[in-house]
Nanobody
């Protein structure tokens, strides 16, 4: 499985971005795509989970109501819409997955991921 994450950038507080995670290399129908974020000196934390089939999703409390995960199965792509960005949201955002089936969140520690995309930087200015 190969993942490509992109879409980060610089926005003002209250602004929005859409991140994309394009997946390839395997049948992903029952996979879950996770978004994590990481700031210097801290562990990678999970912010969302979107399953490639069905409606199962997960959001960390810190982003619930502001971030939304969607998918395009034809493109094997999961999107993370980041709205109402706050000063605490800047980080490098990564998408990850493993071969675990079942609903979100499942095994959600970053150590449980088997595949990662390169990170994309999100910066929020005041």
């Amino acid at each position: 499985v190969q993942l490509q994450a992109f879409g980060g950038g610089l926005v003002q507080t209250g602004g929005f971005l859409r991140l994309s995670c394009a997946a390839s290399g395997s049948s992903l129908r029952y996979y879950k795509i996770y978004w994590f974020r990481q700031t210097p000196g801290k562990e990678r934390e999970a912010v969302s989970c979107t399953r490639m089939s069905g409606s199962s999703t997960y959001y960390a409390d810190s982003v619930k109501g502001r971030f939304t995960g969607t998918r395009d199965n034809a493109k094997n792509t999961v999107y993370l819409q980041l709205n109402s960005l706050k000063p605490e949201d800047p980080a490098v955002y990564y998408c990850g997955t493993n071969e675990e089936t079942g609903g979100c969140p499942g095994a959600i520690d970053y150590k449980d991921m088997e595949y990662w995309g390169k990170g994309t930087q999100v910066t929020v200015s005041s």
